[in-house]
């Protein structure tokens, strides 16, 4: 793809969408205080600290505060916002007192406010007033961006396709490159540095970092560790015989995709084969239950009822699959208990998974987008057990 970003033209229609459903509420404008949604909604992204951030949302103008830091980042011209106030630093410069003058300055102070939180998040030790106590304005907390980006436009699909894309070279290294003996950690960064390299020589000046995390994030687990689905430890020697499971989170232009497979070091058992197999099944049954106006509860409820055929029930930890985007894990998920029905623009990680004690964990994760007709798989690494063998 040419553009590997978000245009002005669409962070227009997302701030007009905005303010009409603030307006349906009552609401004279929103203030954000999320770091994601300040970058959904106006292209600014920055790193989330102590140090709050805050964007004024109005018809009129759309205003930011952020500490002096941010100032020179804050005021790109290719962001969507009109002035920038800085405070110096925090517990300095009494940052949220700087919020409720850009509240007052916006004409929205003695108002209504629609709010995504009630003051700046307490995260890295702030702890600081809320916006009701400091303006006169009726301030209520929203998930406006939160629903917005349930669905994605053509753009976001396309730079988590481009993502998938460098998915598969990541996955492909990452395969490559296991070795009994070595520590998973250790490929993990030789993995990452190389496909950094190739993704930013070929993508260059297009490319910009809108995070502080890796551009590509090529992780797995192995042996007994693999039971463990959310297992952090990467220390644990690989050993011939052991299952593997990966995940692989490229990140482009602020959005991110799901890869992930299980796979076997050298010879493998039957009952790794077998477990293998009903995973495998299990991820195309999702797949082929999801589409438009299908319920969300509906495509766990396929898994879950297979499962329990194939007498491996006991062994799940976790939901189907869930939304993702400019995070890992968004709403709505394949759940259940979520309600309502999928939405053409939405886009699910389809990882049914089960975790058998002495034998590992079986999981593959793949990125789909629900289309008008049906869905389409964004990452496309191999899933049969012969391609996923380390030899």
């Given at each position: ?95 949220m007192e700087r919020v409720a003058e850009m ?192 319920e969300y509860a509906a495509v766990e409820e ?60 079986f999981r593959h994760s793949d990125t789909v ?23």
């Amino acid at each position: 793809m040419t553009n590997l970003t978000i245009g002005e033209s669409e962070h227009r229609d997302r701030t007009r969408t905005l303010l009409e459903r603030a307006s349906e509420d009552g609401y004279d404008g929103v203030v954000l205080f999320g770091a994601l949604n300040i970058h959904y909604v106006s292209g600014m992204y920055h790193l989330p600290t102590e140090r709050p951030v805050a964007l004024g949302v109005t018809d009129d103008r759309i205003d930011a505060v952020v500490p002096r830091l941010e100032q020179e980042h804050a005021s790109r011209d290719d962001f969507l916002i009109d002035e920038v106030t800085t405070y110096f630093e925090y517990p300095q410069g009494e940052p949220m007192e700087r919020v409720a003058e850009m509240c007052d300055r916006l004409g929205i102070a003695d108002g209504s406010i629609a709010v995504d939180a009630d003051g700046s998040p307490p995260r890295n030790g702030y702890t600081g007033p809320a916006l009701s106590a400091l303006v006169s304005a009726d301030v209520g907390v929203e998930d406006y961006v939160t629903d917005m980006r349930e669905t994605k436009s053509d753009a976001e699909i396309d730079l988590i396709r481009e993502a998938s894309v460098w998915a598969n070279l990541g996955h492909r290294l990452l395969q490559e490159r296991i070795e009994v003996g070595r520590r998973p950690i250790e490929v993990r960064a030789e993995v990452e540095a190389e496909a950094v390299k190739t993704m930013l020589d070929a993508l260059g000046d297009r490319f910009e970092m809108r995070s502080w995390a890796n551009p590509m994030q090529c992780l797995f687990t192995t042996g007994e560790v693999t039971e463990l689905p959310h297992s952090m430890d990467q220390t644990t020697r690989i050993e011939r015989g052991d299952n593997v499971v990966t995940i692989v989170k490229p990140n482009v232009g602020g959005y991110t995709t799901e890869l992930e497979r299980t796979m076997f070091v050298g010879e493998v058992s039957d009952a790794q084969r077998d477990y293998f197999e009903i995973m495998r099944e299990s991820q195309e049954i999702a797949i082929e239950t999801i589409g438009p106006g299908v319920e969300y509860a509906a495509v766990e409820e396929a898994v879950v009822d297979y499962f329990e055929e194939q007498g491996v029930a006991e062994y799940t930890q976790h939901h189907v699959g869930h939304n993702i985007g400019m995070e890992g894990h968004e709403r709505p998920f394949l759940d259940v208990d979520q309600e309502g029905e999928i939405r053409p623009g939405e886009l699910f990680t389809v990882e049914p998974g089960f975790y058998v004690p002495d034998v590992g964990g079986f999981r593959h994760s793949d990125t789909v987008v629900v289309t008008d007709e049906g869905t389409e798989t964004l990452t496309y690494y191999p899933r049969d057990l012969e391609s996923l063998i380390v030899r």
